[in-house]
């Protein structure tokens, strides 16, 4: 299907693997220029991205976003520890590399974004700048995360804590994967993703995928062939190596002791929907102590989750306004990222 956000005179995307820090990533790329290097979240894809990349092809930009691993084309490791965040930021640095670049601008979107944030502390010399979407900086906990996730929760359901036990929610998402992605992608948009809250979380028996309210219809955002396209990828590939991302989130505090009080220094923007339950639990105010050169907060009304599907123009309209406030090669004197803050 067309796509009506894509300007009518931005170079195709072009697809090819990359091989890097031991998998293959299936990377999608458009346009020439400075590099803005995308990671997105779950259970999503590089398509996610289908949006951004001719918006900031347009713009003089060269947009990078791969399948990431686990997903889609890219390789699916079977050991668990290489879903962790050393494996996930070095994937990127590894793009980084094989398009000859020394820094990008990098962009994430919900896993995608925590990925984005310990890139920009564990390899702080390759960003140039990082924007994190529907997930703000988190300062690491001070105990081990499921450590922590027992005690706020209790006995209320927690999708990361379902998440931890092999095979379970693996299961349980694949059984049907055209009923999980449509429930995710619509139940999760715009208003609609404050109505499960309170049902996803009630103490008992069921899994997570029957917790999601079976949508009445898609949201304008989400054609039928694109939730295809999300469809037959995880009917291809199933859900672990997505949900091993969950399973490292011990092992990744570990792993980031030694910048356990680090303030990101790159340039930074964030970027979420008004009406996105992730917000409550991780208010976007939180993360301002740790950025210290925080460009600004960009809520788009009326968005839920997925906001850069929801709300293409506005997200591009953020992304293009924080690069054109970038040092060279990025932006231009007077730039600054335009939105609600």
């Known amino acids: 299907?067309?796509?009506?956000?894509?300007?009518?005179?931005?170079?195709?995307?072009?697809?090819?693997?990359?091989?890097?820090?031991?998998?293959?990533?299936?990377?999608?790329?458009?346009?020439?220029?400075?590099?803005?290097?995308?990671?997105?979240g779950f259970p999503e894809?590089?398509?996610?991205?289908?949006?951004?990349?001719?918006?900031?092809?347009?713009?003089?930009?060269?947009a990078v976003a791969p399948d990431q691993r686990g997903y889609g084309r890219s390789s699916r490791p079977a050991a668990i520890a290489d879903y962790d965040v050393a494996h996930l930021t070095g994937d990127l640095v590894g793009l980084l590399d094989d398009i000859g670049e020394d820094r990008a601008v990098f962009v994430g979107h919900d896993w995608g974004a925590m990925v984005?944030?310990?890139?920009?502390?564990?390899?702080?010399?390759?960003?140039?700048?990082?924007?994190?979407?529907?997930?703000?900086?988190?300062?690491?906990?001070?105990?081990?995360?499921?450590?922590?996730?027992?005690?706020?929760?209790g006995d209320a359901f927690f999708y990361i804590l379902y998440f931890q036990e092999p095979e379970v929610a693996d299961a349980d998402l694949g059984r049907d994967p055209a009923t999980t992605m449509r429930r995710m992608l619509a139940g999760l948009s715009g208003d609609r993703a404050m109505d499960s809250l309170a049902d996803a979380l009630a103490p008992d028996a069921r899994g997570f995928v029957e917790r999601l309210p079976e949508p009445d219809n898609l949201p304008a955002w989400l054609h039928p062939d694109d939730l295809d396209r999300y469809v037959d990828a995880f009917t291809r590939t199933g859900f672990t190596g997505a949900i091993n991302w969950y399973r490292n989130v011990d092992r990744n505090w570990e792993l980031t002791e030694p910048v356990a009080d680090a303030q990101v220094a790159a340039p930074s923007l964030?970027?979420?929907?008004?009406?996105?339950p992730v917000l409550l639990m991780t208010p976007p105010d939180s993360q301002e102590p740790w950025l210290s050169d925080h460009r600004g907060t960009v809520l788009v009304e009326g968005a839920g989750h997925w906001v850069q599907q929801e709300a293409p123009a506005e997200v591009n309209d953020a992304l293009l306004g924080f690069l054109a406030g970038l040092d060279s090669p990025y932006g231009r004197p007077g730039g600054a990222a335009r939105g609600s803050a």
Do not use: K
């Open 270 to 276: 964030f970027v979420g929907g008004r009406l996105d």
């Open 1 to 40: 299907m067309p796509d009506a956000n894509r300007p009518a005179d931005a170079p195709l995307v072009r697809s090819r693997p990359v091989t890097t820090n031991g998998v293959e990533l299936h990377v999608d790329e458009c346009g020439e220029g400075p590099p803005v290097i995308f990671a997105h």
């Open 116 to 153: 984005v944030w310990a890139l920009s502390l564990l390899h702080a010399d390759r960003v140039a700048g990082v924007v994190g979407m529907s997930v703000p900086f988190l300062h690491r906990a001070p105990m081990p995360p499921t450590e922590l996730m027992r005690q706020v929760f």
């Open 45 to 62: 894809l590089a398509f996610s991205w289908r949006h951004q990349l001719p918006a900031l092809a347009a713009a003089g930009y060269h």
